[in-house]
């Protein structure tokens, strides 16, 4: 065998290759990520190989529910007996801190900027008169405080929703989709007739929601209870409106826009249950069979990669819960398994932190915020 002798000079310069390409590799392929970068790159992983690694309980009190992330991640707000209490989160992901709270708040309207610095929100001002209402927090002497609330416009209404840029916000008026600017000028009816459900931008000038009645008229002043609500888009622009779906009842829908991905949206089809994955530009569709029925509560990741589902143990005899499960699964309905095994705490309303990192949930029968870091497996 012939040895092949390499020169100082040379040595050095294979060398600094060999470095060069694990750092390329490093770079833009995930499978040689290191440790400490996992938390970045959830998105690249298969549902299987994703594991909650700590959990913690924010709160003690008990009473809460819907937790929500601000879009910076760096704030919760979650509904209680004495109205929204907003929380800042802090970095340890083990504690909250209370920023404030809002009493005076109708239902659950409302929603978080795109800065998550504001939200907005709906008073009810007596009857079916409703108000908008903006809420801003900063700082004062180091610490998170609500440092004002002001009343957008005095004909409002429910459900708003910010448009990607901070600038609009959209809501139902009830049988009216309604916009305004985010300083309250310019409120415009962009249609009516019909009833409004759960507007929201997919881009500064195009809005989702749905349409029609959930219950129909079967006599005079008789109604039954029948979901038939179609999911329209609506062009701010053009004042164009098209039915996305002619054929399907749509039950409720979600839309993820992300910046490294294309923008997604899933919905749940009333006649057969499914629920449908799809992007925003129609393509690359997926429809996930329900094949468990007590397999429900979902939410879909950032990117839209993955659903975090929660499968249910009912108690038909004492018509309650008996105990529930996080599972995970691809959003093509794949690589489905359990995540969580906690037979002492029944989780319910989950949603996922902005950047994939973190589940918030509350457990069901106390009713305490809980917090679980997310992780990949190490082959």
């Not at 004002?148 to 708003?160: A, D, I």
Request: proline share 4%.
């Amino acid at each position: 065998m012939t040895k092949i002798k390499i020169s100082n000079e040379g040595y050095v310069l294979m060398k600094v290759k060999i470095i060069a390409l694990i750092m390329v590799l490093t770079a833009f392929n995930p499978l040689f990520a290191k440790e400490k970068d996992d938390q970045k790159s959830l998105e690249y992983y298969d549902a299987e190989k994703i594991k909650i690694v700590r959990t913690h309980q924010l709160t003690t009190e008990g009473n809460y529910r819907w937790p929500i992330w601000s879009p910076d991640g760096k704030k919760i707000s979650a509904d209680n007996w004495y109205g929204l209490q907003i929380f800042e989160f802090k970095e340890n992901g083990k504690e909250i801190e209370k920023i404030g709270e809002i009493t005076e708040m109708t239902g659950n309207n409302y929603a978080w900027s795109p800065a998550g610095d504001s939200m907005v929100y709906t008073v009810n001002e007596g009857g079916a008169a409703f108000s908008l209402w903006l809420l801003k927090i900063g700082k004062e002497k180091g610490k998170l405080k609500i440092i004002s609330k002001n009343r957008l416009t005095s004909e409002g209404g429910v459900e708003p929703a910010w448009s990607p840029d901070g600038s609009k916000i959209v809501f139902s008026g009830g049988k009216s989709l309604m916009i305004i600017n985010s300083d309250g000028a310019n409120r415009e009816v962009l249609i009516e007739g019909e009833e409004i459900w759960e507007p929201k931008f997919i881009s500064n000038e195009e809005i989702l929601y749905l349409k029609g009645s959930t219950k129909v008229e079967i006599k005079p002043r008789m109604f039954r209870p029948r979901d038939m609500r179609h999911l329209f888009k609506f062009n701010v622009l053009t004042h164009e409106e098209t039915d996305l779906f002619p054929d399907d009842i749509i039950t409720n829908f979600k839309i993820v826009l992300s910046e490294k991905h294309k923008d997604k949206m899933y919905y749940s089809l009333k006649k057969t249950g499914e629920k449908v994955v799809i992007n925003l530009d129609m393509t690359e569709k997926y429809k996930i069979p329900v094949e468990d029925e007590y397999l429900s509560k979902e939410d879909i990741s950032p990117d839209g990669s993955k659903f975090i589902c929660l499968k249910v143990e009912p108690d038909w005899k004492h018509d309650d819960i008996i105990g529930a499960e996080f599972y995970i699964m691809n959003s093509d309905g794949t690589g489905l398994r359990q995540l969580t095994n906690t037979p002492d705490i029944v989780e319910g309303d989950t949603n996922w932190s902005p950047d994939g990192r973190w589940l918030l949930y509350v457990d069901e029968e106390k009713n305490n915020i809980f917090v679980s870091k997310l992780t990949r497996h190490h082959d």
